[in-house]
């Protein structure tokens, strides 16, 4: 009798035990599915067990609408084959790519996807959409991040987190893309941006007391310890001093795409490019199922640089500067496709 009511009481035990688990699991499920509902981007809508993949449907679209977008990115792929081939002895001086070549490259697990970012070219909106591709409900509208957290290191992974074995297979498998803009265009936007705003006195202290020391006759001491009136011949003629090269990289805001990029050892699937920047990031964010939930934020800027302005500018320097500057991005100028400004006194 003891040991019958023994055997009930653990049973007893049991079933609670049972109970509670399943009362637990299915309130979890019920949680899962309402965050589900709420915002779309919790879980990758492209990658379902059983749905075609990002990479499947750009280079064998199933959809009527991506046809004609697919044979426009061959032509930007095939483009930037061609240019690497013709200057294969200056893009392939460095056979291997180290992790440290990588830290451009944004990782979205997710959505299996890889943007190289590209300063000047609305990178800011990009790594907005990639916080709320990446952030599992955190984000739902890119505008609500504020500029300056889009930037932040830590808020995106990048390539150069991984183990070689993991950046090799994400490099494989992924769907990798870059946006690029006029040669040009991107250099003077930079410019205006770092060097004649007061806002950006960091830029002013690191880089434009140095330029304003080396190349500036008679400078005074206020310009020399503040560097916040930095001409652009003067930025000219600091991008193609051979001193420049020999301290080290150029910055990332006036670095060729090629270097930030490296797209002659990284085959990248899609090439975005600026004049058509909406277009091209929706087209993305339509490949990779997410195109009903989250649109690339417009961009109505004003004060935007136009190829105008970018003329103006370039009339200012020396034909000497105009034909090295072109030197300096003759390779972004052939990759992407951007024919040499009529501007330019190259003669």
């Known amino acids: 009798m003891k040991q019958t009511l023994s055997d009930l009481m653990k049973m007893s035990r049991i079933c609670r035990m049972i109970f509670a688990t399943c009362l637990g699991s299915f309130i979890l499920v019920i949680f899962y599915f309402q965050i589900m509902r709420r915002n779309p981007f919790v879980v990758d809508g492209c990658c379902r067990k059983g749905s075609r993949n990002a990479l499947q449907e750009l280079y ?8 004609g977008a697919a044979i426009l990115h061959q032509t930007r792929r095939d ?9 294969s002895a200056s893009t392939r001086k460095r056979r291997v790519l ?19 970012y590209v300063p000047k070219v609305a990178c800011t909106n990009w790594k907005r959409v990639m916080m709320v591709l990446t952030g599992r409900g955190k984000y739902s509208d890119p505008m609500e991040i504020p500029s300056n957290e889009a930037h932040i290191p830590s808020n995106l992974k ?6 070689i074995a993991e950046i090799n297979h994400r490099l494989k498998s992924y769907l990798k893309f870059l946006f690029v803009r006029e040669p040009f265009e991107r250099l003077v936007s930079a410019y205006r941006n770092k060097f004649t705003l007061k806002y950006n006195s960091s830029f002013h202290k690191r880089f434009g007391t140095r ?7 008679n400078a005074t001491q206020e310009a020399l310890f503040n560097g916040a009136d930095v001409k652009f011949k003067e930025f000219a003629e ?14 990332e805001h006036w670095q060729t795409v090629y270097q930030l990029c490296h797209p002659c050892h990284i085959h990248y699937d899609l090439v975005g490019k600026y004049e058509t920047l909406e277009e091209d990031a929706n087209y993305i964010l339509r490949l990779v199922g997410v195109g009903e939930n989250l649109r690339f934020p417009s961009y109505a800027k004003s004060t935007r640089t136009t190829d105008a302005m970018t003329a103006q500018f370039f009339s200012n320097i020396s034909t000497q500067q ?26």
């Open 60 to 67: 064998n679209p199933t959809q009527p609408e991506f046809s």
């Open 79 to 87: 483009q930037v084959v061609d240019a690497c081939r013709v200057n």
């Open 98 to 116: 180290t992790p440290a070549d990588l830290k451009h490259l944004v990782v979205d697990e997710d959505h299996e996807l890889i943007y190289c």
């Open 158 to 163: 990048t390539l150069n987190q991984y183990s």
């Open 211 to 217: 330029i304003v020391r080396r190349y500036r006759k």
């Open 238 to 251: 600091y991008l193609v001093d051979p001193a420049t090269q020999r301290d080290g990289p150029l910055n």
């Open 322 to 347: 105009q034909i090295q500057l072109y030197q300096l991005y003759k390779l972004d100028f052939q990759m992407f496709n951007y024919s040499t400004p009529s501007y330019l006194r190259l003669d």
